[in-house]
């Protein structure tokens, strides 16, 4: 017996995902303070009432759109690195390499995120989601050492934060020596 997915909860689900997306977009252009139902529902062209009817107000939004930063971001480090620790690496490069994307061609989306992400420390109930990207890596990877994997964390927070104030952003080159540094056996 063939089950069918409920089409309406799949495009729902993909209207929701659109509305995120275009969140960050309009956090990426005129910042946290940019985001309203109008600019986002303008930014995905769905009318307004869609992104009333998906999110009541804009801290579900805003928590949405945490959530998505933090499980995309925690994703995408844990596979960079399982793929490099599959061929016999430590990942050191790897992650070099999606910290010189993240500066150099995606900076104007490490900035909207890491705008989202310090509203927490304003914004008592964004904090949850804000400290969602500590607890998906920490379930991904399930470590030994969780001092040693909070460090590798804020030492990557650290570097994304310098090298979106640098005017130049960091090569993956000047990046991987202080990477290999994080990612050293303790």
């Given amino acids: 017996m063939r089950v069918q997915r409920d089409g309406r909860k799949a495009r729902g689900e993909r209207r929701?995902?659109?509305?995120?997306?275009?969140?960050?977009?309009?956090?990426?252009?005129?910042?946290?303070?940019?985001?309203?139902?109008?600019?986002?529902?303008a930014e995905a062209g769905v009318p307004t009432t869609s992104t009333t009817y998906h999110f009541a107000n804009l801290d579900e939004l805003l928590i949405a759109t945490l959530i998505s930063c933090a499980q995309d971001m925690a994703t995408e480090v844990y596979w960079t690195i399982d793929r490099a620790r599959s061929r016999g690496s430590?990942?050191?490069?790897?992650?070099?390499?999606l910290l010189a994307e993240a500066l150099g061609p995606r900076r104007g989306r490490t900035m909207a995120e890491y705008e989202l992400y310090l509203l927490a420390a304003?914004?008592?109930?964004?904090?949850?989601?804000?400290?969602?990207?500590?607890?998906?890596?920490?379930?991904?990877?399930?470590?030994?050492?969780?001092?040693?994997?909070?460090?590798?964390?804020?030492g990557i927070d650290g570097l994304l934060i310098q090298g979106?104030?640098?005017?130049?952003?960091?090569?993956?080159?000047?990046?991987?020596p202080v990477v290999e540094y994080l990612l050293r056996p303790h």
């Fill in 90 to 97: 430590l990942g050191a490069a790897e992650v070099a390499g």
């Fill in 16 to 41: 929701r995902h659109d509305i995120v997306e275009a969140t960050l977009r309009v956090i990426e252009r005129d910042g946290v303070a940019g985001v309203t139902h109008r600019t986002v529902a």
């Fill in 164 to 176: 979106l104030i640098d005017d130049e952003p960091p090569t993956a080159e000047e990046l991987k």
């Fill in 122 to 154: 304003r914004r008592p109930e964004l904090r949850p989601a804000a400290r969602r990207w500590l607890d998906v890596l920490t379930s991904m990877v399930r470590p030994d050492d969780l001092v040693a994997l909070r460090a590798f964390l804020a």
